[in-house]
């Protein structure tokens, strides 16, 4: 019979480790998890390893032990617990009790004492014992029925002991472990020992002698001198240091074994508290190990759902009936494959306010367009109300098929993104864990992994069924709890009259995509490979020998090993030869300029060129870039294959690829770009005098700027002063230093700082803004733009200055940079809404950090243009004019 086994974990060791072993990790209002968080990790994986089923946590209480009451000095020196780790103690003692997790710390004993009564009470239950932790001292209770899980490396890795590992490891029994510590003594623990005598020494004379007492009472027989005159002058001092590091096993304590038993804990009190650490992964992880099995078979019955299976024309109708008295659905569908303009839609989950749902397998039915056709008159309903989760994909979905889904009232994913915006995933899953507790299927389960792995069209029913199913009954839960959340944060015109129809916006531009010319690219692709075939010979020409020029480490031991090139910075493997290096070394060798041409052609050929070839549609001739709205912390836009907000016009090469992407035949690209928006919106907030006149007055305001800092006439005002002024105009707002200023205009930080203090004292409004904006951060914890969109920014609390100055530049920078995204936002709104009301063939199709790009038949340019002006001029009324620049040609390049 297989013996019942308890864990006990070492809390004070275990925390401890958590806590060096991982980075900084706080709650939106600043509270340290990262030892908490640490801990439960490892804590679910021996649960999960070793499945116990009794389980304890012991303590250390501050009150003094009978270790320091018998040696004043134990534990002396040791460094005092930092306030960040300090902080988490109660918080893991809370979780710990509302999982149902007994603890034990008891007054005048350490915790290893406790662990050490609580193993050798079980070795009397004939129980296996677990210790966990990361104290040494614990090898002393190793036993054949007692192991010691010890934490080697931070917390991820667990190294067992038993008896035989110990004897193994030190040459000596885990009782004869303390002696070695009588004998050398311990630093962390301010153990005295016998100075001089070290481990190899102490295993030598515990293996002859057997203990420290015998030793001490056979000094005689010690044949070296200096030796024995240690041992003889630290007789007392090696008995008392072993008594000290002897852990006792006999603490008089009443022991339940019952109260360690493992218990289920109540899941609504564990979400809750793990919400109120924002321990997003460990709930997804707990409610995972307390899966129910056969979900698919329960879910219906557990959630009092009824599915009704839709698999005739007839019931097609009856559905439609029940639709149009309930007046409000819920909609999730799923694809064949991620193709934007030929997708199929396999199946199709609706759910009504009744609690009713369907299930639309359009693999039952021979004529799948006839089902979708019924449908169309349903979907593209005003009168109707529709709820998702990422309806942007819903959207797309449809686009094939001619239905253009009209009404949706809501979207869990934007809800739940714009009440916590630094989430990396804002699934159905992760937020069916996080707000209910629940395991939900997620949609790489559907297909599978590895050798395992079927076609999207080959799932089965019921697993689908059950998927869908789950999907839209969460969506709807979801949608009354995320839309008073948004109420509360004073969110609801960001919300609905920004992000919700930008939706539509983004699924539009998608489906449309960007023609791009495949032969200009097959060109520029010869062009490219050779460029970097030249440059490659020109630099082992000037290296003297062929080596792998992508290779930090071959490439810093030609330059700073063969080459002398002084070397900037050094890292654990070697040289660095970052790019801030090689701009450093610049004019030191000819092979410099060389490199960084051949790194960024390389990218662009790689990234751009093999890149943008790669994904071009086959039916379309054009790329559909997918847009994120839930990626950015500020709010701005981020898109995906490909990334064309990061091709570097800075380039020339950059630049030129922009030729790539032109018009369809008989229409132009208009490019509209909000003029130095950020800095406008600085003016407006700030309500820096200087700065407002500057704009009111329609200045150069690099101009203005270099006027004010060098103190000189605006007409005396050269292309240098101009350049160093923009540098500081852009660099303020991000918090930048005179180091930072220094090194992007290549001065010295004497005259960078001079810079930045007459910005400062001639834009004091700015200094106020930037002053007060910290401050906010402070007292809130957040940042608002001016549409209330929130930042949190734990971060202006940490002890750690490099943290804490990067919160302090975020709380600057996040107002400006995230109004400038929101007014954006209100602008593609506001051009795509006009351009479909006024039934425009011209269409909004990209979007890339301040400009937008719309592909406008000849006919309506000049129509198109006025309308794309005034829509981004007029997004928003602040206290200066948005002032747009807007061109078009037949390329994006021509545009610029």
């Known amino acids: 019979m297989e013996k019942e086994r308890i864990v006990i974990i070492d809390g004070n060791s275990l925390i401890n480790r958590a806590f060096y072993a991982l980075p900084p990790l706080t709650t939106k209002e600043g509270q340290h998890t990262n030892a908490i968080y640490g801990f439960m990790t490892m804590l679910f994986k021996v649960i999960e390893e070793y499945k116990p089923q009794y389980i304890g946590v012991a303590f250390d209480k501050k009150a003094p032990t009978f270790r320091h009451k018998e040696y004043g000095d134990y534990k002396a020196g040791r460094k005092k617990m930092p306030q960040e780790l300090a902080e988490q103690m109660e918080p893991l003692k809370e979780i710990l009790d509302v999982l149902s997790i007994y603890r034990i710390e008891i007054e005048g004993f350490e915790a290893d004492d406790l662990i050490g009564t609580l193993a050798k009470y079980c070795e009397g239950k004939d129980f296996e014992s677990l210790i966990v932790t990361g104290d ?22 667990l190294e067992i002991y038993d008896d035989k590992k110990v004897m193994e490891d030190f040459q000596v029994t885990p009782l004869q472990f303390i002696d070695l510590k009588g004998l050398m003594g311990d630093k962390s623990d301010n153990i005295p020992g016998v100075p001089g005598i070290g481990e190899k020494t102490a295993v030598k004379l515990i293996k002859e002698f057997g203990s420290v007492e015998n030793l001490v009472q056979n000094t005689e027989k010690i044949s070296a001198a200096k030796l024995r005159e240690k041992i003889e002058t630290n007789k007392q001092q090696a008995i008392l240091s072993k008594r000290l590091a002897t852990i006792v096993t006999n603490v008089p304590v009443d022991i339940h074994v019952d109260h360690l038993k493992v218990e289920a804990f109540e899941k609504e009190k564990v979400l809750k508290i793990f919400n109120k650490y924002e321990f997003n992964s460990l709930i ?12 698919e078979k329960n879910y219906e019955k557990e959630n009092g759902m009824a599915i009704v299976d839709i698999k005739d024309l007839k019931a097609l109708n009856q559905m439609l009936q029940d639709i149009e008295v309930s007046k409000k659905i819920i909609l999730k569908s799923i694809t064949e494959e991620k193709n934007i303009v030929n997708n199929k839609i396999i199946a199709i989950g609706i759910g009504i306010i009744e609690g009713k749902q369907y299930y639309i397998d359009l693999r039952d039915f021979e004529n799948k367009d006839k089902v979708l056709q019924q449908l169309k008159p349903l979907l593209e309903d005003e009168t109707i109300e529709k709820i998702s989760h990422d309806v942007k994909k819903e959207l797309l979905h449809f686009y094939p098929y001619d239905i253009q889904i009209k009404n949706f009232i809501f979207d869990t994913m934007i809800g739940e993104y714009l009440i916590d915006p630094s989430k990396s995933s804002y699934s159905i899953k992760e937020l069916g864990a996080q707000y209910f507790g629940e395991s939900l299927l997620e949609e790489e389960e559907l297909v599978g992994k590895g050798k395992s792995q079927i076609d999207r069209a080959d799932i089965p029913r019921e697993k689908l069924k059950t998927y869908l199913g789950q999907q839209v009954e969460v969506s709807y839960r979801l949608k009354d709890l995320l839309e008073k959340k948004i109420i509360e944060l004073e969110l609801t015109a960001l919300y609905y009259e920004v992000e919700l129809p930008l939706t539509e916006v983004l699924a539009s531009m ?10 200009m690219l097959e060109d520029l692709k010869i062009e490219f490979k050779n460029r970097v075939d030249h440059l490659t010979t020109e630099i082992y020409d000037l290296a003297g020998e062929v080596f792998n020029i992508n290779s930090p480490k071959q490439l810093g031991e030609i330059l700073f090993d063969k080459l002398q090139l002084p070397p900037i910075k050094k890292t654990k493997t070697g040289y660095s030869t970052n790019v801030e290096v090689l701009e ?8 410099i300029p060389k490199i960084l041409e051949y790194r960024q052609v390389t990218k662009l050929k790689t990234t751009y060129i093999d890149g943008l070839l790669n994904i071009i549609n086959p039916i379309t001739g054009r790329i559909h870039s997918s847009f994120h709205q839930t990626v950015t912390t500020t709010g701005r836009i981020s898109s995906t294959e490909p990334n064309l907000q990061n091709i570097p016009i800075k380039l020339e090469m950059g630049r030129g690829l922009r030729k790539v992407f032109r018009a369809e035949e008989g229409h132009k690209l208009i490019d509209a770009d909000y003029s130095q928006i950020e800095l406008r919106v600085l003016a407006h907030i700030s309500e820096d005098k200087n ?34 002024a923009k540098a500081v105009n852009f660099g303020i707002v991000y918090g930048i230093s005179d180091f930072g200023l220094a090194e992007n205009l290549n001065i010295s930080r004497y005259h960078a700082k001079k810079y930045i203090d007459s910005y400062l004292e001639k834009y004091a409004s700015v200094q106020k803004y930037m002053e007060d904006a910290v401050r906010t951060a402070k007292e809130r914890g957040y940042v608002l733009t001016l549409l209330n969109r929130r930042r949190y920014l734990p971060e202006v609390h940490s002890r750690n200055f490099n943290l804490r100055s990067f919160g302090e530049r975020v709380a600057m920078n996040t107002p400006i940079q995230g109004s400038a995204a929101d007014i954006i936002k209100i602008a593609m709104v506001k051009v795509y809404k006009r351009l479909k009301e006024g039934n425009f063939k011209s269409k909004l199709i990209l979007q890339v950090h301040d400009e937008l790009i719309v592909e406008a038949m000849d006919s309506e340019l000049e129509k198109v243009s006025s309308i794309v002006k005034e829509s981004m001029e007029e997004a928003m009324t602040i206290k200066v004019p948005l002032k747009v620049d807007l061109a078009y040609g037949e390329t994006w390049y021509d545009t610029k």
């Open 136 to 157: 040494k001292d614990a090898l002393q209770l190793a036993s054949p029925n007692t192991k010691v899980l010890f934490t080697k490396k931070g917390i991820s890795n």
């Open 284 to 295: 997804n992880k707990l409610v995972e190990t307390h899966r129910e099995e056969n979900t």
């Open 510 to 519: 998608e489906f449309r995509g960007i023609k791009v010319d495949k032969h």
């Open 584 to 591: 450093k070394l610049h004019d030191k060798h000819d092979i």
């Open 691 to 724: 700065l407002l006149e500057s704009f009111l007055q329609d200045q150069d305001v690099h101009t203005r700027t270099a006027s004010e800092i060098f103190n000189v006439p605006i007409e005396e005002v050269t292309s240098s002063m101009r350049s160093s």
